[in-house]
């Protein structure tokens, strides 16, 4: 079965730093782009972030300005995203997802989300 499981989200102040998981199995990450989405209440969900290890790129959302950093360990079957100098407009619940490249729009077997909220 495929599965992806968010973890690692929380309360923090604002300047703070979180780091998220998303734990993959029934699949390997080597031939899959995994990505990390968010949704605000009230807002549409945006990407924030994407990895493929087929081709070795990573990219960003324009919002992220160097913040984030996105990493992946094949060992684990996981992928990791650091979120730096955290802000409160990025309280959101963030999730991941798994297509077949970063360019794709095919985004499938979504993990259940974690909450990240970031205190003014």
């Known amino acids: 079965e495929v599965r992806l499981v968010e973890s690692g989200g929380g309360l923090v102040p604002a300047g703070g730093f979180l780091r998220l998981s998303c734990a993959a199995s029934?699949?390997?990450?080597?031939?899959?782009?995994i990505g990390w989405f968010r949704q605000a209440p009230g807002k549409e969900r945006e990407g924030v972030a994407c990895?493929?290890?087929?081709?070795?790129?990573?990219s960003y959302g324009s919002f992220v300005k160097g913040r984030f950093i996105i990493s992946s360990d094949n060992a684990k079957n996981t992928v990791y995203l650091e979120m730096n100098s955290l802000k409160p407009e990025d309280t959101a619940v963030y999730y991941c997802?798994?297509?077949?490249?970063?360019?794709?729009?095919?985004?499938?077997?979504w993990g259940q989300g974690t909450q990240v909220t970031v205190s003014s």
């Open positions: 997802a798994r297509d077949s490249h970063c360019s794709a729009n095919g985004w499938n077997s």
């Open positions: 029934g699949f390997t990450l080597d031939d899959y782009a």
């Open positions: 990895i493929s290890r087929s081709d070795a790129s990573a």
